[in-house]
């Protein structure tokens, strides 16, 4: 059985939460991929008003097992008109013992002058706390191309954690699938060991779109998505947001 509230302040992220007053633009994204049955690792949520201490915390997150992901999910973050996308503090690789200090930082990050800079004004900040997926590879999906807004699916994929493509030090191989199914490639230079291969088979990257095009559906607007893969090639998604900026073209 999956984390249950505790002490009613911690909620688990079950599908069930669409109070983005309370659970935050981020949580709420999540809670629909779960409602529609796509492969979300177990997380819960520390709503916007819990109670500043947080007694509560660990047991909350006992199902869940180590390492932690401890993310932002702040009201108004990933919305239509603004994601907010690197605003605000994630940390990973969190343990037990550091999981309080992590939710506080995350929940700090709302009063950081880029932050603030960015919004107008300080953000209600709800904090999620999710199993982290050991990564292998790790991506961002549209389910439109965010250049020329045209029906086919974009992949951006890199070795390793997703933070290398946010952060931007590793550059993506892309992909792109036409509504046939077809898989264009574009392979990214390297230097090290990795240079001659892709991140993802062309089966991968199919799979990747299948969830993309679902999650689409379900939130009924085109979306992007953050997804991984496992040692195992077992495939997650992290996090689901309208699609809100054209990229440069590739």
């Not at 007053?21 to 981020?26: F, L, Y």
């Not at 999540?30 to 690792?41: E, N, T, W």
């Not at 291969?197 to 779109?209: G, I, K, Q």
């Amino acid at each position: 059985m999956g984390p249950g509230p505790v002490g009613r302040v911690i909620l688990p992220i079950d599908g069930s939460l669409h109070d983005e007053d309370a659970v935050g633009g981020k949580a709420a994204g999540l809670s629909r991929l779960v409602a529609l049955g796509l492969p979300v690792p177990p997380a819960v949520v520390v709503p916007v008003d819990a109670a500043s201490e947080l007694g509560d915390l660990l047991a909350a997150v006992d199902a869940l097992g180590e390492p932690l992901a401890v993310r932002s999910s702040a009201v108004g973050e990933d919305a239509a008109d603004r994601s907010a996308a690197g605003q605000y503090e994630s940390v990973m690789g969190v343990r037990r013992d550091t999981l309080v200090e992590a939710v506080r930082r995350v929940r700090a990050s709302a009063t950081a002058n880029r932050a603030v800079a960015y919004s107008g004004d300080e953000a209600a900040m709800a904090v999620i706390i999710q199993r982290e997926v050991t990564s292998t590879r790790a991506g961002v999906a549209f389910s439109r191309d965010p250049v020329d807004g045209a029906d086919r699916i974009y992949v951006e994929c890199v070795f390793g954690h997703g933070e290398r493509l946010v952060s931007g030090s590793a550059a993506p191989d892309r992909y792109w699938v036409e509504t046939n199914r077809l898989v264009a490639a574009r392979v990214a230079r390297r230097e090290d060991r990795t240079r001659t291969s892709r991140t993802l088979r062309d089966d991968e990257v199919l799979s990747v779109a299948e969830l993309t095009r679902k999650a689409e559906a379900g939130v009924e607007r085109p979306v992007d998505v953050e997804f991984c893969f496992d040692p195992a090639g077992e495939l997650s998604l992290l996090q689901c947001r309208p699609i809100t900026a054209r990229l440069p073209p590739a």
